[in-house]
């Protein structure tokens, strides 16, 4: 972000606890000494206001970030995201863009129960007019998000609360290395089933893959990373190669970015498909408190292995 | 000892449980037993207890995340809330909530809500059905100081203020949200001047003193109740811990938070008003040492009570029999 804020000065934060706190999650740290309080906004608890002005800020040229403390308060925001951020260019016959980047953290954290658990990425993916990512790699945040920041659509930045202690390295100032949206990333090549996930899941898949491959399984692992637009040839490629899929995530298993890899596989890959493509989820219920609980409902190595036993036909 | 003494020593009693129930939830917590947000209440118990004292058993409660005080001083069992910050069966949602979802139907507590502004609306619906019902039960809404941004609080006083619903909204100034002074937050310094908009009533007064809490909560339960429309409270008051567990509190000094603990503790104040007023130190002391067992037994309860069940994960989902 600073890099951003360093380059463009149309490029501002706002959020809570974004400046004096350093950030509820620490990921502005530094930016209000930096940047001071021009460009770096707290503010009060408010989230449709501040969505709404960030909107309204960028139809006249500026370039907001909104950061939503978690993205399950970005619900008191849906209409000013869904209804106007991603309405205004196409009802304006492109007269308006609406560059603003809404991040924040996503999904379940650690026992934080029903309200403060929503992976909400089937919300906005279902929405013409945002973009929607969810970077699980220090690198992959940093790329998407200077792409997001550079890019004239609302894009919905989607963070894995569990992924922030995640160390990585990341290019240098100088490289400025952006990543495309659209480009999804292979992260370990396999030849006898391909697993395609997202966001909080991932590294979790890395460690399996790594177990199967001495117990004889070779995962083909797909990071799909940029959800909407979604690289559907890069999936369906490896598909093509292993003839078999299982897609892993973190949302309710109604619809979503899920489902949708999982109809984009069967529809340009259905030939060479040698058993069902299977989805292993969270499961179809609100998020409870309790640890044990949690542990059940969250998609873990073990759901994982019953799916790619039954495509594999090793049960 | 005159009469408002005999009223305040149960009144002390449960202030003190609340302060020592958490305690030993934050100690439960540093120790692992406890997981996800904490939000303790210490410092603030005069609101709940004196708000509880000048409503029915009968009215209704509905609250943020910020909760256990509000359940304790309606009558749920320690054993009960214990065992819900456990994620135990045996809590008073089965392990489902947690901390900031505390609900007991049976004591008229209609939630710890942990989307801040969430229970304002919720608490006008409350309020509705009284008049739908033609009863004249009031309902409570607390709320904190940083939500009286949000759109629910101003939708929530617009619909109550235009239909006079039988509603007090109690908003507890702790003068932070989470780690922003409330000068960051509002150009108001008077929270009170938002009821006017909406044609509220209002109140404004300490909140450190649970007598004087009661007294001032009465007068606008009472106007609710006679169909006089419903009042935005402002309570003063102080939180002595972090927003939550994870909160190391930065942003404010050391002596102030020192300040505020030696002048505005609400249990001090009521127990040197007890004292006082002629009660004797050994049958204070008794009062305690009562305190001290059901907090531990409830401690005990909810470490020995079975863990959460797998079957309350899809019990719950669908009210009803017609859900798969
Ligand atoms: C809509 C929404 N935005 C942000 C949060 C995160 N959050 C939880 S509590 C809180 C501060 C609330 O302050 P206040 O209303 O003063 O209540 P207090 O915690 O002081 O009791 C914030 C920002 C939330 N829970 N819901
Ligand atoms: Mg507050």
Not at chain 1, 142 to 169: C, H, M, N, W
Not at chain 1, 205 to 216: F, H, Y
Not at chain 2, 113 to 124: D, Y
């Amino acid at each position: 972000m600073s890099e951003e804020m360093e380059r463009d000065d149309r490029v501002f934060v706002i959020g809570e606890e974004v400046g004096y706190y350093q950030g509820a999650y620490k990921v502005t740290q530094g930016l209000l000494e930096r940047f001071g309080e021009r460009r770096v906004v707290d503010a009060p608890i408010a989230e449709a206001g501040f969505a709404g002005l960030a909107v309204g800020a960028a139809m006249v040229g500026l370039r907001p970030i909104v950061e939503f403390m978690t993205w399950n308060f970005s619900l008191v925001a849906f209409d000013q995201i869904v209804n106007n951020a991603a309405k205004m260019h196409q009802m304006s016959a492109g007269q308006l863009r609406v560059p603003v980047v809404f991040r924040g953290p996503n999904a379940s954290a650690r026992q934080v129960a029903a309200q403060h658990s929503h992976a909400v990425e089937p919300f906005y993916c279902n929405v013409p007019g945002l973009r929607v990512v969810y970077p699980s790699t220090p690198r992959d945040a940093k790329g998407l998000l200077k792409t997001a920041i550079r890019d004239d659509s609302p894009v919905v930045f989607l963070e894995g609360e569990t992924l922030y202690g995640l160390q990585g390295d990341v290019p240098e100032p100088e490289a400025d290395e952006l990543i495309p949206f659209g480009s999804a990333k292979l992260v370990r090549e396999g030849h006898h089933v391909t697993v395609v996930s997202f966001g909080r899941p991932m590294p979790m898949l890395t460690k399996l893959a790594d177990e199967l491959e001495r117990e004889g399984i070779s995962l083909e692992l797909i990071d799909a990373r940029s959800l909407r637009p979604l690289d559907t040839a890069t999936i369906v490629a490896s598909v093509k190669k292993t003839n078999r899929c299982v897609v892993v995530h973190e949302h309710w298993p109604y619809g979503g970015p899920g489902a949708e890899i999982v109809d984009c596989v069967q529809r340009e890959a259905f030939d060479y498909l040698d058993a069902p493509i299977l989805r292993a989820s969270n499961l179809d219920v609100p998020m409870p408190y309790a640890l044990e609980l949690e542990n059940e409902v969250i998609v873990g190595p073990e759901r994982v292995r019953a799916a790619l036993r039954q495509v594999l036909y090793l049960d | 000892m005159g009469n408002s003494q005999h009223e305040l020593q149960p009144m002390y009693r449960t202030m003190y449980l609340i302060r020592r129930f958490e305690e030993e939830a934050a100690r439960a917590y540093s120790l692992g037993k406890i997981g996800g947000f904490l939000h303790l209440y210490i410092g603030q118990e005069a609101v709940a207890v004196g708000a509880e004292a000048a409503i029915e058993k009968t009215d209704y409660v509905i609250t943020s995340y910020r909760d256990h005080g509000v359940a304790l001083a309606r009558g749920s069992s320690a054993r009960s809330v214990m065992s819900e910050l456990f994620g135990k069966d045996t809590g008073l949602v089965r392990g489902l909530g947690g901390s900031m979802h505390l609900f007991d139907a049976e004591h008229r507590v209609l939630g710890g809500h942990a989307i801040v502004g969430g229970q304002l609306p919720l608490a006008a619906g409350v309020a509705f059905r009284a008049r739908y019902m033609q009863e004249r039960d009031v309902t409570l809404c607390f709320l904190g100081d940083g939500a009286t941004n949000i759109g629910g609080f101003h939708e929530g006083l617009s619909l109550a203020g235009l239909w006079k619903l039988p509603v007090v909204f109690v908003c507890e100034n702790n003068r932070y949200s989470m780690g922003t002074p409330l000068n960051r937050t509002t150009p108001l310094a008077d929270l009170t001047l938002k009821a006017a908009g909406y044609g509220l009533a209002s109140d404004r007064f300490d909140g450190h003193d649970v007598l004087t809490v009661r007294d001032r909560m009465r007068a606008a339960v009472e106007r609710a109740r006679d169909g006089g429309g419903p009042t935005l409270v402002e309570v003063l008051t102080y939180r002595f811990r972090g927003h939550s567990m994870s909160d190391p509190g930065k942003y404010r000094t050391a002596e102030e938070l020192e300040d505020f603990k030696r002048t505005a503790d609400p249990c001090a104040l009521a127990r040197k008003q007890l004292l006082t007023s002629g009660v004797a130190e050994e049958l204070l002391s008794a009062l305690e040492q009562e305190v001290e067992t059901e907090v531990m037994d409830a401690v005990r309860f909810a470490e020995e009570s079975a863990p959460a069940s797998r079957s309350s994960l899809d019990a719950f989902v669908y009210a009803g029999s017609s859900g798969h």
